[in-house]
């Protein structure tokens, strides 16, 4: 959890001081700056207020560096976490049974922070200063026994690096350096005391930081006295001697601009972006004249864990001694995408990993451990004895099309059609979205998506279909308005796990009949010609949150498996085995429902059927970079085995099966594998309780489960609490809701019933996020619809405040209506 | 450059001992596991033959750990580089005046390897261990001040990191082993002396390479004597009775059987790649029927600079002492991706920079500052005044899809077509090709690649025209063949740059009239509507690398912005401003042409015209990952300015513009920027020779550049040297070559004529990678065209030795056929 705001005021600047290992002159090199800094700069005129901040201190109180500091640079050293003993933070903090943990920690900082932006920037062009000083290395341990860079990290403070000036210390740098890089902090300077050695770690240091890292080195005469000596009088005399010299020296005034000028730079950067941002870039899905107001872009500083860092504004409150970043909870999970949380460094190393040893290689004829791997991993976690081959393209609109052209291409084959000639379309439901490039587009029913797009044109014919919802308080199956006689009245059922029961349920011969005669009438009667089914299982995303009875979509592949779509008498050839496909080939598009989404490893486990073509992206990746796979059957991959290189599937990016991402993709799916038994996913599922580490849950507690599972554990069950679904459903505002997995959607009543350009849930979503009660949320809509979703690690404690401010705007605006 | 062999044999393991720091212990852990593994594992029975190699040294020899080896373990030490001066190797060899480049000392190491290799294991089911211990931490400077980490990454030893037991030894030695893993390679095990101390290192460090990286921590006995101590008899009797016990006790021997473990998964791993793809890979733009053998499949370990690392197979001839591994020159750049080398260990730090500061964020209503840097960048680079706004996309196909939307919609607009009813084709170039998707396929004529694609409908016409080549040792420009009338007879030149010298070659009146006389029939007879002109700037490159004249191209933008495409009388408003589109918008497709490929940063200015849409992707993001740009022109842009959401560019993939690629693009942009008048390209473009530092190049040594520049010094120049171009040219296999840029294309004589489904160059490929002369070369192939390219960073002396490896294979191929 990291709901902290990012540290930046405008006119106050505060600065982490890391080490490149214990001993080698924070503390001097610190209490050297804040004198730099309190003595201020000639060519400004203007002098700094000092602030000193130590998160973390251990050993006896008396004999610390805070003396040290109030000695030489006349200023009290803030500690917020103070242990006797003097050892690593987190054995002194075990030991002391007074373990904080991180988030609070950090709150703590931010608190201290905020206050001294506002004590120390109150008079009117007053500037102020903070050093933040670390204790250790970089990665040494916090209290909690994290690594501080990991703690601080949504912080983000600008750090500077002081060097290793021992033999080996280039080396210990250069990683310390790489280590704080990696996760995502602007590393401002490095400093390195000149000890006149013959190591020269110095000289090399500032060559290789230029040239490799664009970033400055700069040496500081070396200290006369260690900090830790006995004989005390010689010590003052002479440290005081070298503070006055030393403050003055050329390399420390320029460590303190580099810094200032950093700090402006960052600040008038984020001041001109969103205007910059208006200017340069054409935006996804976007009406350019709906945002003509340049702050209306959002400005992300970065984000880390559930949380951006954003640019405050006017809309959002600014004034200069406040915090110029807020944070929001990412609720649309960066467009459906986030699995692990932003910024995650395991994550980040990977990445590099994968990067050092291949950078990219051609994939085609060629093979490399991590496509390979992950190939294996998704086949093996899909569980679908169907599919054999895995084909990788880098987003789910590529993926899709290569799943339809590998449909079609099979049927066609085998129907003895000539595609190329006569129209093949797809099977597929009113409201689907499968991506932007013009055959994923074909491939959806003509809707606002694609009503401006010249080269559409829908290929196929898309089914009505029954959805179920939570609404007034009960699970709900209903067909489309007016649609009675054809799906049946609306059914209602206990308890979600009751609708997706379909063993329980049975075959439904009504949905199948229905099916059955629109099929005969397209191909029977007007003779045309489908090459596949295609569907999302469960939820229609982009098309607007709409979820689909399952027994529907299992009644539908059930249907066009038996069926002929055979255009003369007798060319129906008998599937070979028992994986091959029959009636046409069955294509799932798991891009947003697959791989944990909604709490499964597959979404196509909850319809109970094997599609013969399987697509996934989005969190393929964990959340972190695009990459996207069609998975399909043998039967599909001998439609295109041929003796002429013309039959093959010619369809490959330059970096298919990118290894970075190949890799990432792996690393991602054996940790969000790991959270199907983890606390994490068991505080959602039982009343499990964080503290408790035992291993095993009990029977008792399991009973407890708030989203009872009737099946197996592995069942129907959702981050977002019942009752909070509950209680949405019968909000007067609210015409119903759903929930599954991390996915949580409500529809607005709406009036003017303008579907997708329609701005119901306008307001809701700005309130949201323009707002300080306890968290900002950023969300994202679909016409009438508001959703939230969690990353596959929210933690509890977080859904239940995001579920809470969510009520309470919900609330109001219902009042401010009356 | 890293033309060496990578580490690997089937019995014989190497491993590389780094320390978390100096003084950890390196040498003494090194002698326990060499002890351990002379005296054999129980289990197995058998014992290993020991290496040790100490790559370089600094001090007095006899003073030296080398002694210390050889008494204890009685093993002598292979030092390949041994310095007097007890400092740091880059100032020992600074001293001594002998520093020996990387590559060098790489060469020696893997000579002693595979000498060491074929000594050890000569016996039946002999199996060797070799030693090879760094000096200092990871990222200490080697004798040429490379960081030892860098240094010996082509080997890509397995590494064994000896971890920091002292006070802050917790955070250097994970730092330390990021700093290893993020140069890709596999970290075997880390392993900790336990010094008894209050830091407890050893635990937390177990704890944390568990729980995140999965990678075990030994904990090793205390030494008793440090291996410096005076006392040497009191030392001596002492260590003989630790290394006596320690090497049996029991993390030695895990630690043993975890390298030997990991090693024989590697092998093994490697053997059963191929049949592992075979099974599970549907490879892209491959014609499995054609590739039944498994052993086709290229299996790669790894790569680093211009080098892929292959597994050794029959075909490159394997046996049990030889390398597993060998080196191929990548000589289709990674499918035309690689700007910067593979395996770059700064690009990789700053994917991890953007992976740990943002992860991934949505982008629609937003801004971050790696996708609004390189937007602005980017259309700084192109210096177009057209162009200004940036649309983000994941890779080619996307990006064109974008494109085409943007144009056809533009044009749609100014005509009053509604494009959803009628069909609006493009203008293109016959054999261009523009990506996978259908709606890029759509773009391009009929031919091979969408044959099969039931989904493909060409939407457009496709124009004749001229090509450039140099053949039998002439420039020629060259009608296609049977239209002289249409273009001209071929024309001779004395230079390339004279091709290109668009001012000197003045408009061609002949190419006009051709362009005017075709539209007249498309649109004026036959009433056809067209949206855009899309092609690529003088390459058609998947299309089979065909040079296109540059006139021809800059003739037709000409004619298609002051034609009339209204299919009515009076419909052709007037362009708003001089940056404007008229006629139709311009799309270039610079995926393969731009970024440098052609050694500019856009190819457009080749043609002297500016488009209204540029295309990029590939070298983007310098070889790394898929990232792609659309940048449009604001009159383009306005054409979707509108009160509906419908009116809109409704395009976007869930990781637009994602700040990993859009960092890394960045970063990778300044630095190809910086190669303009960097050394590597004056090697090309002049006689400037390597040990040359001064920063100016002198008249003289302009005037001896081997590719003439009569326009200006960004001119017409290419990594392949005249001599060898010319010289291909006149070969009686060779029909016509090109060489632009990093680019080489060799036309073979092919008599069957069979254009993309030909074998004609099949012969050659193979030959080029299964051979053992200087260099394995690993080359692509388009029907009778075989193509090599080098990134943009590679060394002319890699350059020359591909050059004489494939004259060899072409003369050899010439003897054969006789």
Not at 474 to 503: C, H, K, N, S
């Amino acid at each position: 959890m990291s709901r902290v705001s990012g540290g930046l005021w405008k006119n106050y600047i505060a600065v982490q001081i890391y080490g490149a290992n214990t001993n080698v002159g924070k503390t001097v090199f610190s209490t050297l700056l804040g004198l730099r800094f309190k003595n201020g700069f000639k060519e400004q005129n203007w002098k700094f207020k000092i602030q000193y901040i130590k998160p973390v201190s251990t050993g006896p109180f008396n004999d610390r560096d805070d003396n040290y500091v109030q000695r030489y640079l006349g200023q009290s050293v803030s500690t917020l976490y103070q242990f006797e003993n003097p050892v690593s933070p987190h054995i002194a903090a075990r030991e002391a049974k007074d373990i904080p943990n991180d988030n609070h920690l950090n709150i703590l900082l931010q608190r201290q922070l905020r206050s001294g932006a506002h004590a120390l920037t109150s008079s009117p062009a007053g500037w102020g200063f903070c050093i933040v000083e670390t204790a250790g290395g970089v990665l040494s341990p916090g209290p909690s026994g994290t690594p501080q860079a990991d703690i601080y990290r949504p912080l983000r403070l600008p750090a500077v690096l002081v060097g290793d000036h021992k033999l080996g210390g280039i080396a210990s740098t250069i990683s310390a350096a790489e280590s704080l890089i990696m996760r995502g902090y602007d590393l401002d300077a490095v400093v390195c005391f000149d000890d006149q050695s013959k190591y020269q770690n110095a000289e090399y240091l500032t060559r290789y930081f230029n040239d490799k890292l664009r970033i400055p080195v700069y040496t500081i005469p070396w200290i006369p006295h260690d900090i830790n000596s006995k004989d005390k009088h010689d010590e003052e005399t002479s440290m005081r001697q070298y503070y006055s010299e030393t403050s003055k020296h050329p390399d420390i005034l320029r460590v303190a601009s580099r810094i200032y000028k950093q700090h402006r730079e960052r600040t008038e950067n984020l001041e001109s972006m969103a205007s910059r941002t208006h200017q340069t870039i054409w935006h996804p899905f976007t009406q350019h004249k709906h945002v003509e107001n340049p702050d209306d872009v959002l400005v992300f500083d970065s984000a880390y864990g559930d949380f951006f860092q954003v640019k405050s504004t006017s809309r959002s409150g600014e004034d200069t001694a406040s915090n110029m970043l807020y944070a929001a909870f990412d609720g649309s999970a960066s467009w459906w995408t986030q699995g692990l949380g932003h910024g995650d460094p395991q994550l980040a190393l990977q990445a590099a990993y994968a990067a050092g040893r291949y950078g990219h290689i051609m994939f085609a004829g060629a093979t490399h451990e991590p496509a390979l791997k992950l190939a294996e991993r998704v086949l093996k976690g899909l569980q679908n004895p169907r599919l054999t081959k895995i084909f990788y393209t880098d987003n789910g609109s590529t993926a899709t099309e290569v799943g339809i052209k590998m449909g079609v291409r099979a049927a066609c084959k085998h129907y003895n059609w000539n595609g190329a000639e006569e129209p093949v379309g797809v099977l597929g439901l009113k409201g689907s979205y499968h991506g932007d490039t013009i055959g994923a587009m074909d491939a959806s029913e003509p809707c606002v998506f694609n009503e401006k797009v010249d080269w559409y044109r829908g290929r196929g014919y898309w089914f009505d279909y029954p959805t179920f919802k939570l609404k007034d308080g009960r699970w709900t199956v209903e067909p489309p308005t007016g649609m009675e006689e054809e799906f049946g009245p609306a059914q209602y059922f206990a308890e979600q796990d009751d609708i997706f029961d379909l063993e329980t349920r049975g075959e439904s011969p009504h949905y199948e009949a229905y099916i059955e005669s629109i099929l005969d009438r397209l191909v029977k009667k007007e003779g045309r010609k489908f090459g596949a089914l295609v569907m999302e299982p469960v939820i229609l995303g982009a098309g607007g949150m709409i979820f689909v009875d399952p027994l529907f979509q299992k009644s539908l592949a059930r249907v066009v498996r038996r069926y002929n779509f055979a255009t003369s008498e007798s060319d129906l050839p008998a599937a070979k085995d028992e994986h091959a496909w029959t009636g046409l080939p069955v294509m799932f598009d798991e891009v947003f429902t697959g791989l944990y989404r909604l709490g499964r490893f597959s979404s196509a486990s909850f319809l109970d059927v094997h599609p013969d073509i399987s697509v996934h992206a989005k969190l393929l990746t964990g959340g972190l970079l695009p990459l996207s796979i069609t998975a399909a059957s043998d039967s599909i991959f001998q439609a295109f085995w041929g003796d002429e290189k013309s039959e093959a599937l010619l369809h490959g990016h330059s970096y298919t099966a990118h290894p970075i991402g190949s890799h990432v993709a792996s690393e991602s799916l054996i940790r969000m594998q790991g959270l199907k038994y983890g606390p994490t996913w068991w505080q959602y599922k039982c009343n499990w309780q964080p503290g408790d580490t035992s291993a095993l849950i009990t029977k008792e507690q399991k009973q407890e489960k708030p989203w009872k599972s009737r099946v197996n554990d592995d069942n129907i069950w959702s981050f977002w609490s019942k009752e909070f679904v509950l209680d949405l459903s019968q909000h007067k505002r609210v015409d119903h809701v759903n929930a599954l997995g991390s996915v949580l959607a409500v529809s607005l009543k709406d009036e003017s019933g303008a579907g997708y350009t329609s701005s119901a849930a306008v307001g809701l979503r700005d309130a949201l996020l323009f707002q300080k009660s306890k968290v900002q949320i950023h969300s994202r809509i679909l016409g009438n619809v508001i959703y939230l979703m969690a990353s596959m690690i929210t933690k509890k404690k977080d859904i239940e405040i995001v579920e809470e401010v969510f009520k309470k705007k919900l609330d109001a605006m219902d009042q401010e209506a009356q």
